[in-house]
């Protein structure tokens, strides 16, 4: 049956996707639960969000492959109807010097970070349009708005993401169309682990609110973007980061 309310979560399988797309099914959303590897993970997810009265569906795609995107599109539309709300987070990460960054890893974390969210975008933008309503929310980062040592690739690639929100928030907003951004600082999940436990303590220390970001205070920046509380909102980047850039 089609929905009013469609939300495509892309990273949805772990972290903050997950606890972005139990928030928006918490909020009424139809809610497709983009996975790349784990599908064990995403099943999880929508078995216990249908459990609790919620729809979701699992729906796995590689957002650097344009045609999986629009695969997973058309499945989230005959399950649900079309995507009013996008969430574009699936990201890689990871650490090394600038000289030792390879070809296949610059190109590889610019093709799921920044070509992801731009085919997503695309796919989901004819109806939007076609409607003149929706509503896009990018995951960047606080690494997006500063240098980041020994993420040189990562952070170009959240830099480039936080200018096509900007630029995208122009370009459809007279299409009745928001496009925001929201920048995390350190987040406790799955993807910062690779720090180790006493980085991560450090870490904490380091923020002035005094710990480590949960995905659920992700989730609630992007649920604030999504909403109509946010109707006079777009082209912006709020940084959720505990006060850790100042
Ligand atoms: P995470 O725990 O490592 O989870 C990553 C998610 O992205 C997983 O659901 C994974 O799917 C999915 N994914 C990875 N590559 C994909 C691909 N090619 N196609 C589709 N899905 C893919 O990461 P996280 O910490 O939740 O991060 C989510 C977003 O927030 C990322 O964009 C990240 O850059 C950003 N961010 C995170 C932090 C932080 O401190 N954690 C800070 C700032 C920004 P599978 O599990 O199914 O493979």
């Not at 772990?14 to 139809?30: D, E, F």
């Not at 030792?100 to 590889?108: A, F, G, K, S």
């Not at 708005?145 to 900007?166: D, F, M, N, P, W």
């Not at 995208?168 to 299409?175: F, K, N, V």
């Amino acid at each position: 049956m089609e929905q009013k309310k469609v939300a495509l979560v892309t990273g949805a399988s772990r972290g903050i996707g997950r606890a972005v797309a139990a928030r928006l099914a918490h909020a009424g959303y139809a809610v497709g639960v983009n996975y790349h590897e784990r599908r064990d993970k995403a099943d999880e997810l929508v078995a216990a969000l249908t459990a609790s009265g919620c729809k979701a569906i699992a729906v796995q795609a590689d957002v650097s492959v344009r045609a999986e995107v629009d695969a997973m599109v058309r499945r989230v539309e005959e399950a649900f109807g079309p995507v009013t709300l996008l969430v574009s987070n699936a990201g890689v990460a990871g650490q090394a010097l600038f000289q030792d960054v390879t070809d296949e890893l610059w190109e590889r974390y610019f093709a799921v970070n920044l070509n992801g969210a731009r085919h997503c975008i695309q796919a989901v933008l004819p109806h939007m349009l076609h409607e003149k309503a929706g509503c896009i929310v990018t995951v960047s980062s606080i690494w997006g708005q500063h240098g980041a040592s020994c993420e040189v690739t990562y952070s170009c690639t959240k830099h480039a993401l936080i200018g096509l929100t900007r630029s995208l928030a122009m370009e459809l907003a007279p299409s009745g169309i928001r496009v925001n951004c929201v920048a995390p600082g350190v987040i406790n999940t799955d993807m910062v682990q690779v720090l180790g436990s006493e980085t991560l303590h450090d870490l904490a220390g380091q923020t002035p609110l005094g710990r480590l970001g949960t995905p659920e205070d992700i989730a609630a920046a992007v649920a604030f973007l999504a909403s109509d509380d946010a109707s006079f909102i777009t082209g912006q980047v709020l940084t959720a980061d505990g006060g850790f850039i100042g």
